[in-house]
């Protein structure tokens, strides 16, 4: 009986040869657990607004059931006002129309968050901004999160201060 669809092989999703897949090596959706931490592999969509990833940036959900990311928020399937939507965090550079695996859950260094946010604090939470203004994550003390960023989505907890806008974070994204 012959196979369909793109061959399931297990694959270290932190290498870089793994990172930018002109074709799939996965199902897109696909999760995998690697080194305490929790993958999700991908097809990135750059969107209308051509939004280039880097690492440590957040891709929002442009197609949830078809595993296509972006990291323009204005592509986020859940809307662009709300503060959700967040798949994971971008490794590195992915080219328009390639695969790639987002970390989701674990330990991360270098996510970056917005540059008026300081360096954060230790035990901040971390969650997607509510405007399109920048592709860094919010980090917020309990105490000051606004009434309209409540319903925001948790990514994780700051871990370490930022340094150049990037910081440790415990990813927590489900």
């Known amino acids: 009986m012959a196979m369909s669809g793109p061959v399931q092989l297990f694959l270290d999703p932190t290498q870089a040869t793994n990172l930018n897949d002109l074709s799939p090596r996965s199902v897109p959706g696909a999760e995998v657990d690697f080194g305490g931490a929790r993958y999700i592999y991908v097809k990135h969509n750059q969107g209308a607004g051509a939004v280039v990833t880097a690492n440590g940036t957040a891709a929002y959900w442009k197609d949830r059931a078809a595993g296509e990311v972006s990291a323009d928020k204005t592509e986020n399937q859940l809307g662009a006002a709300l503060g959700m939507g967040c798949a994971g965090i971008y490794q590195g550079v992915v080219t328009n129309g390639y695969y790639t695996w987002l970390q989701k859950r674990g330990v991360r260094a270098a996510v970056l968050i917005l540059a008026g946010d300081g360096a954060g604090a230790v035990g901040n939470k971390i969650f997607p901004q509510i405007t ?33 806008a990037a910081c440790t974070v415990d990813l927590m994204i489900i």
């Open 132 to 164: 399109d203004a920048d592709t860094g994550l919010r980090s917020e003390a309990d105490s000051s999160i606004a009434a309209s960023e409540i319903p925001a989505q948790l990514v994780g907890r700051q871990l370490a201060a930022a340094v150049a």
